[in-house]
Structures are given as structure tokens and as C-alpha cells.
T-cell receptor
């Protein structure tokens, strides 16, 4: 079955540091890929997405590029802020319209001032 | 921006009791979902719902669980006889089509 693997957390960085959270996937088809973020005490919010190979999703300074050859969708940000502290979930949907999503286990990021 | 809303935000119940978790999906969405997240663990799919019927469900979604869309706006998850291990955050989501839009969740505590 489809699966998503993320780097183990927690990740602790100082403010303005560079962030990378690795995500790799296994899917039978050509999935759409997503990053969701969960701030403390809140629900899941879509951060960015990419629907086909070589697409780059970006939002709030975060970026991720859909790499079909390495089945990866790593999340990056050039300069993190304390307010970026959250849990980040990589996810895929390989059957398009209305199907369930497969989530990775989440990576907790703590940014220290 | 339209939101998925869930009520209550926190529900405490005794083992064996029935609970109903409520959700109002985004109004023009057609697909509705329930996910759960046991504290500190991954987000797990429970069920998807389309055209007034369940379109897919996971192994977690056993006979103790049911979903209903009683009117044009609400989408509910019922747990008939709660167990301690049902304690989790329950997230409702809707789409039409992807991506999923999630509510803020209901924290269910079974004592």
C-alpha cells in the first residue's frame, strides 16, 4: 500500500536557521503530495502542495519540490521563526478526487529565539 | 475563507457511553472524512463519505462507529460504546476535490 516516511523528530533549530524536513513516499500511481502543519492546540492546515513531478509548492517561505526520480518531497525554509514551531505532516493522495489521504508520522519542529 | 467547524472542542465521557462528534463541512464540498490522532501518534484515516454513503473506511472504523449526514450541513461521527482507547483527537475534513480542509478537531477523553 501507499506510505509516507518522514525524518524522525523532534527538530530543534535557532531562529533564522535553515530548515529541511525529509519526506519520501511509496505509491503505485502518480500521487499528489502535500505538507500540512499543526500548530499547538490546533487542527491540520494545508501548507503547500504539488500535483505532478517537478512541481514546486510554496507558501509562507516554505518550499517543497516533487521529485519523482527520488520519490521525495522535502520541506525547506531558508530562515525559520519561532512562530514556525509546530508539527509538520507530509501526505499523499494517489487516487485523486475524494479519496483518503495517507499521512506521514509528523515531525515536530521547535524554533528557539 | 470558508472553514470546517467542529463541536465540541473537548468531550469527556465515561467508558461505555455513546458520543456524537459534530462537524460542519465547507458548504460546496462533496466529500467528507473523519480522521483521528491518538496523542503523540500519526493521523489515521477512519472513513470517507460521499453522496450520502460511506465510500471507504479503515480497519479502525468497526461496528462501534457510524457516520451520518442528517441534514444539508452537518456531518456526524457516532461512537456507540466508547472504550478507553478511543481517547484521541478526532478531525473532520472535507474536500471537493483535494486538498483536504480540516477542522480544529474534537479532543475526546474516555475515562
Amino acid at each position: 500500500g501507499d506510505s509516507v516516511t518522514q525524518m524522525e523528530g523532534p527538530v530543534t533549530l535557532s531562529e533564522e536557521a535553515f530548515l529541511t524536513i525529509n519526506c519520501t513516499y511509496t505509491a503505485t500511481g502518480y500521487p499528489s503530495l502535500f505538507w500540512y502543519v499543526q500548530y499547538p492546540g490546533e487542527g491540520l492546515q494545508l501548507l503547500l502542495k504539488a500535483t505532478k513531478a517537478d512541481d514546486k509548492g510554496s507558501n509562507k517561505g516554505f518550499e517543497a519540490t516533487y521529485r519523482k526520480e527520488t520519490t521525495s518531497f522535502h520541506l525547506e525554509k531558508g530562515s525559520v521563526q519561532v512562530s514556525d514551531s509546530a508539527v509538520y505532516f507530509c501526505a499523499l493522495s494517489d487516487r485523486g478526487y475524494g479519496q483518503n489521504f495517507v499521512f506521514g508520522p509528523g515531525t515536530r519542529l521547535s524554533v528557539l529565539p | 475563507e470558508p472553514e470546517v467547524t467542529q463541536t465540541p472542542s473537548h468531550q469527556v465521557t465515561q467508558m461505555g457511553q455513546e458520543v456524537i462528534l459534530r462537524c460542519v463541512p465547507i458548504s460546496n464540498h462533496l466529500y467528507f472524512y473523519w480522521y483521528r490522532q491518538i496523542l503523540g501518534q500519526k493521523v489515521e484515516f477512519l472513513v470517507s463519505f460521499y453522496n450520502n454513503e460511506i465510500s471507504e473506511k479503515s480497519e479502525i472504523f468497526d461496528d462501534q462507529f457510524s457516520v451520518e449526514r442528517p441534514d444539508g450541513s452537518n456531518f456526524t461521527l457516532k461512537i456507540r460504546s466508547t472504550k478507553l482507547e478511543d481517547s484521541a483527537m478526532y478531525f473532520c475534513a472535507s474536500s471537493g476535490p483535494s486538498p483536504l480542509h480540516f477542522g480544529n478537531g474534537t479532543r475526546l477523553t474516555v475515562t
